[in-house]
């Protein structure tokens, strides 16, 4: 669990985030704002921009929220139980106005998870959109909290389905779930357990999604190199070397992609020949890699990176990928 509020949305926002989802969970029990007062001290002084759920289901509780510095209300047991208000909601405050959908098994639940509705996610999303609704979050309850990964298949269903602005909540682990997300084309993820847990580290995952700086500038020197490292294959080699001890880890193959993602987040990232798509390392067993220093060898085709191994780089649980002794005085 995170600690206090407010240095806690201090620290997100020193990470590079520029947003902050809080949820009134006494509210959202409730059927009122509960904690509106200490929302409001975040807002007042974290720097970053604010957006709220729970317990929002009358005009007086939105206008309040948007009148002390709130960016954006999210209004989720009120999109089953009165349409009509949030229709009233969005006609008087437009973008301002976000649909949270909560569902389990893919029907939507309310009052804070407590209870039941008969709609199924897509119909609630499309019946929000034909109201005005820019923006959806949407919660797979049995992920959230779980960093057992995002429901991809929900999430791609729903954004394939409306032309909102689906941002993902629930079930976010790690970069690789981020990177995910990122495929599929949404406005935006939530990350919230994984980040207390130390499984994400959110400036790599703001890196990787293109807010705020990157590590490496996007600009013509680097595109230039980047095309000469890949002129004479899809693929490179990439050397892993531990940066305290200067053992080679590990070698893996890099394409476009994620060498882009390796520079931009400062985490490795590979491509899979055998299953012919990205990987981040560490992305399920939490052994990452943080880069440090990236060199090409003479002829522009092979790259040697320095890292910060956190735990054992092979997946056999040596240290190093090559501790097959086969020739030579190994106590020399």
């Known amino acids: 669990m995170a600690g206090d509020p407010l240095e806690t949305a201090r620290a997100f926002r020193a990470a590079g985030a520029r947003w902050l989802h809080v949820v009134d969970l006494d ?41 002390n510095g709130i960016s954006r209300v999210i209004l989720g047991t009120a999109a089953i139980d009165s349409p009509d208000f949030v229709r009233a909601a969005v006609e008087k405050h437009g973008e301002k106005i976000a649909v949270g959908i909560d569902a389990k098994d893919g029907m939507a639940a309310r009052n804070g998870w407590t209870g039941t509705s008969g709609a199924f996610y897509i119909d609630l999303a499309q019946r929000m959109e034909r109201l005005g609704v820019k923006y959806i979050i949407f919660t797979d309850i049995g992920r959230d909290g779980m960093l057992s990964g995002p429901n991809l298949e929900q999430l791609d269903r729903l954004n394939q389905a ?15 779930d981020v990177a995910n997300l990122l495929d599929l ?11 207390y847990a130390g499984t994400l580290d959110l400036k ?8 705020g700086k990157e590590r490496a500038p996007e600009d013509d020197k680097m595109n230039r190199f980047t095309d000469r490292l890949f002129r004479k294959s899809e693929l490179v080699p990439a050397v892993i070397q ?16 994620s060498f882009r993602r390796t520079l931009a987040t ?21 052994h990452f890699q943080k880069v440090l220093r ?39």
């Open 27 to 67: 509210g959202a029990k409730k059927g009122a704002p509960v904690q509106s007062e200490l929302i409001f001290r975040i807002a007042r002084s974290s720097g970053l921009a604010v957006e709220v759920g729970g317990g929002i289901r009358s005009m007086e509780a939105v206008d309040r929220y948007l009148q």
């Open 162 to 176: 409306v032309p909102c602005r689906v941002t993902a909540s629930g079930g976010v682990a790690n970069l690789k």
């Open 185 to 195: 084309g949404l406005y935006g993820a939530i990350c919230g357990r994984a980040l």
């Open 204 to 211: 790599a995952a703001v890196a990787l999604c293109g807010s």
């Open 242 to 257: 531990e940066a305290g001890t200067g053992q080679v880890l590990m070698v893996a193959y890099m394409n476009r992609e």
């Open 266 to 286: 400062g985490y490795t990232w590979f491509y899979s020949r055998s299953r012919k798509k990205l990987w981040n390392k560490g992305e399920t067993s939490g």
């Open 294 to 332: 990236v060199w090409s060898d003479c002829d522009d085709d092979t790259l040697l990176l320095s890292v910060e191994q956190t735990g054992p780089a092979c997946h056999t649980g040596h240290h190093s990928c090559f501790f097959h002794k086969i020739w030579g005085d190994f106590d020399a």
